[in-house]
């Protein structure tokens, strides 16, 4: 009997101390982040021209200047894809975005992966089945 008690509190602590489930394409992306050794950069220099491409609710690809990021935000930014909640981001500086300080569309900036042209097509195309790519 006490060893059936010991199996369920070791799984309740196991249920309470792992990190909360995301979706498929999430982990896909954080995966590759992590497998990729991708570098971390601490700012995006922006333009007037800058545009994402929105990959699931904690990530997107900014395009600014003519450079790609992959961007993970802290927590889940629905604003993206959500017209109704749209807002106005934060900045120190209107010419850069820095981690951990300024946001976009109101999500706050965790990280920030510079990519070159080919990593930025993988990325857009993790998930997708063999013959399905964009």
Request: glycine share 8%; net charge negative; aromatic share 8%.
């Amino acid at each position: 009997m006490r060893l059936w008690y010991l199996g369920g509190a070791m799984i309740a602590v196991v249920a309470c101390s792992s990190t909360p489930p995301v979706a498929g394409d999430t982990q896909a992306l954080r995966d590759y982040a992590e497998v990729g050794e991708l570098e971390e950069a601490e700012y995006i220099r922006t333009s007037g021209q800058d545009s994402w491409t929105y990959l699931s609710d904690y990530f997107v690809i900014f395009e600014s200047r003519n450079k790609e990021y992959l961007v993970e935000f802290r927590r889940p930014c629905r604003e993206l894809h959500d017209n109704r909640i749209i807002k106005a981001d934060h900045r120190h500086d209107p010419h850069r975005m820095r981690v951990n300080e300024d946001t976009l569309r109101g999500c706050r900036i965790g990280k920030i992966y510079p990519l070159t042209k080919g990593q930025a097509i993988e990325v857009r195309n993790l998930g997708d089945a063999p013959g399905q790519g964009n």
